[in-house]
């Protein structure tokens, strides 16, 4: 059990709900049983791209990772390469029970962990393979919710962008001695969390203006028209409800009165939930800048193959706060937390088994 645990990886396993959570909230949509059968999709054919992994690399790993559950003796090569094949049809069997558009996303997504795994791992396309993979994996939580899939689109790049750093860095783990993979990582790490810090700014500034415009309506309304002379207190009242009443078809009236301002559009949220909102996306971005800079940090003054090693976990690991801070900034607080809270068990069973 220890060795399969081992080949599996499976404290990164944690990593991989907040994909398909932070799908759903980038298109708009609550979690809901399709978001759940998306979630068991990606955890399988995560653990299929774990398994073939290592069924791809177990003659280089004879050299460099003796101890790894193949080169050792401990799993079967065959076994690995088995479960990888049940792994990524039983991932296929519950994409296809959101629907086809689910299952035609989990296809891509299983054809380009196979591609990484067998083709190409070892070149210059290898992170570019692994950063749509995991796009792919956001996307399919969002297409099989059921929401709108353009919308999900930047928080899939966001996401995809971040794997292509931490993949670069990746490719250095067991030999060290490269300090740009890591700066660069490090670089893309800044420039992601200034996006997003940006974004939480802009979106709290934005609704502060709806809100004003909304205090200046209520103001004019309470206020005589001196515009309008002959427009009475009652006619004012009247005209509000006028323009509050639906046609026959439900539709609200396209055009108000004189001198009353348009109710056809809904009432902007409240000052306190726009800015709980904004405060939880900049607390969760701020902790993927950390959990992800520090250990580069370190990796970029000496890149020897335990710090690079590490940084590579810590990339891995600062995945679910980004996860989070997506679905925050799509405005889903709750999936934001229940993502957050995956963080601490993957940091701990990650001390025990390694996640890279």
Not at 30 to 53: K, W
Not at 184 to 209: E, I, K, Q
Not at 286 to 295: F, G, H, Q
Not at 296 to 323: E, K, W, Y
């Amino acid at each position: 059990m220890r060795a399969w645990v081992e080949l599996l990886r499976l404290p990164a396993l944690f990593t991989v709900p907040g994909d398909a959570l932070a799908g759903a909230a980038a298109a708009g949509v609550r979690p809901n049983p399709r978001t759940l059968l998306a979630i068991g999709s990606s955890l399988c054919l995560y653990e299929a791209g774990m398994a073939l992994n290592d069924w791809a690399d177990r003659a280089e790993d004879a050299v460099d990772r003796p101890h790894r559950p193949l080169p050792s003796g401990r799993v079967r090569p065959a076994a690995a390469l088995a479960a990888a094949g049940g792994l990524t049809l039983a991932g296929l069997a519950l994409a296809s029970r959101a629907g086809r558009r689910p299952l035609a996303v989990a296809g891509a997504l299983a054809a380009t962990v196979w591609s990484y795994d067998l083709v190409l791992k070892r070149t210059p396309a290898g992170p570019v393979a692994m950063a749509a993979a995991r796009g792919l994996d956001l996307l399919l939580g969002g297409v099989a919710s059921g929401g709108d899939t353009r919308k999900a689109v930047p928080s899939a790049l966001t996401l995809a962008t971040h794997t292509l750093a931490v993949t670069t860095v990746s490719r250095h783990e067991t030999q060290g001695g490269s300090a740009w993979a890591p700066l660069t990582a490090l670089a893309t790490t800044t420039a992601l969390t200034w996006s997003l810090t940006r974004d939480n700014r802009t979106d709290a500034d934005l609704s502060r203006g709806d809100l004003s415009r909304a205090d200046r309506t209520r103001a004019d309304l309470s206020r005589p028209d001196r515009t309008r002379p002959d427009l009475t207190r009652d006619d004012r009242r009247s005209a509000v409800r006028t323009n509050a009443t639906r046609t026959a078809g439900g539709r609200l009236l396209e055009h108000a009165p004189p001198g009353v301002p348009s109710l056809r559009h809904p009432p902007p949220r409240s000052r306190g939930i726009t800015l709980n909102i904004a405060t939880l996306s900049g607390a969760l971005t701020t902790l993927y800048a950390v959990t992800s800079a520090r250990p580069l940090l370190h990796a970029a003054l000496n890149p020897s193959p335990p710090l690079t090693q590490r940084a590579v976990g810590g990339g891995i690991r600062a995945m679910i706060p980004l996860q989070a801070a997506l679905a925050a900034r799509s405005g889903a607080p709750v999936t934001a937390l229940l993502t957050a809270a995956l963080a601490p068990a993957a940091r701990r069973f990650s001390r025990k088994v390694s996640v890279t």
